[in-house]
Nanobody, 123 residues
Framework: VQAVESGGGSVQAGGSLILSCKASGKFRSTASMGWFSKAPGKTREGVAC???????NYNSFAEGRFTISEAADRRTLVLQMSNLKREDTAMYYCAVDDSAGVCVMASGHYEIWGRGTQVTVNS
């Protein structure tokens, strides 16, 4: 199974970006998918995730600014990011949790990871 992110880039504070992730290979239709971020000098943290039935969870810093969604086949994951702040600068990773339908934002639950896409927000 493979996950490949795209859509990162450099943007001014207050701007928007859309990240996409395409998952390929064999995994359960009930799998959860999520976005994680890793900034220099910080630990990786969950941004948002979506589980079976489309139930979504957001980290508090993403609530109201970011929107996670998925395609009907549950193999394309999208993160719409708006009102970006300098502190959003990080590498963003897509991940798949093949073990459960309810999504959690603990990275240890996720077995499949993409290589990441860089988001840089300039002030």
């Amino acid at each position: 199974v493979q996950a490949v992110e795209s859509g990162g880039g450099s943007v001014q504070a207050g701007g928007s970006l859309i990240l996409s992730c395409k998952a390929s290979g064999k995994f359960r239709s009930t799998a959860s998918m999520g976005w994680f971020s890793k900034a220099p000098g910080k630990t990786r943290e969950g941004v948002a995730c979506i589980g079976e039935g489309g139930k979504k969870n957001y980290n508090s810093f993403a609530e109201g600014r970011f929107t996670i969604s998925e395609a009907a086949d549950r193999r394309t994951l999208v993160l719409q990011m708006s009102n970006l702040k300098r502190e959003d600068t990080a590498m963003y990773y897509c991940a798949v949790d093949d073990s459960a339908g309810v999504c959690v934002m603990a990275s240890g639950h996720y077995e499949i990871w993409g290589r990441g896409t860089q988001v840089t927000v300039n002030s």
